[in-house]
């Protein structure tokens, strides 16, 4: 498995990510996809921080999970997460511990949004998991400090 490193090309990660739904499919697994960013605490929600945080947050998150899940920056400051066989309890357990981690080193008056989803408990295909995930991102986004929103 990649251990360590990141995907930062949206179709690779994209690719990976759809054999890995197969997978989970055909073997009865849960998997859970989670969406962080980084932002600044100064505007109300947040603004997002300048430069690419997602390799930054890269080796800190690498630190919290397990070394067979997927990292990926398909999109600037935007850190996406895969845990394989993870379900809603796994994923919020894990949520909890990257956001108490992460935010010690986040420093003063920056915040960290998590979201995630589970499939195929949220969604049944690749989209949606993504959309559920991005819909608990925004709801996790409009607190004014760090948070964590599974469905």
Known sequence: MLKSSLL???????????????????????LTLLLIEARSGGAAGGERQNGNVASKLTALVRAVIRETDLIG??????????????DNRTANRVAERLSSW??????????????????????T???????????????????????YRIL
Do not use: M, W
Not at 102 to 123: D, E, K, M, W
């Open 102 to 123: 992460v935010s010690q080193y986040l420093g003063v008056g920056n915040h960290l949004s998590i979201g995630g989803a589970c499939f195929p408990t949220h969604a």
């Open 8 to 30: 930062s090309s949206k179709e690779v990660f994209g690719a990976l990510v759809a054999i890995e739904l197969k997978r989970s499919l055909r073997y009865q697994n849960y």
């Open 73 to 86: 920056a398909p999109e600037e400051n935007l850190l996406t997460i895969v845990l394989l066989n993870s």
């Open 125 to 147: 295909d690749l989209r949606g998991l993504y959309q559920s995930a991005s819909g608990t991102l925004a709801a996790a986004r409009e607190q004014k400090a760090n948070c």
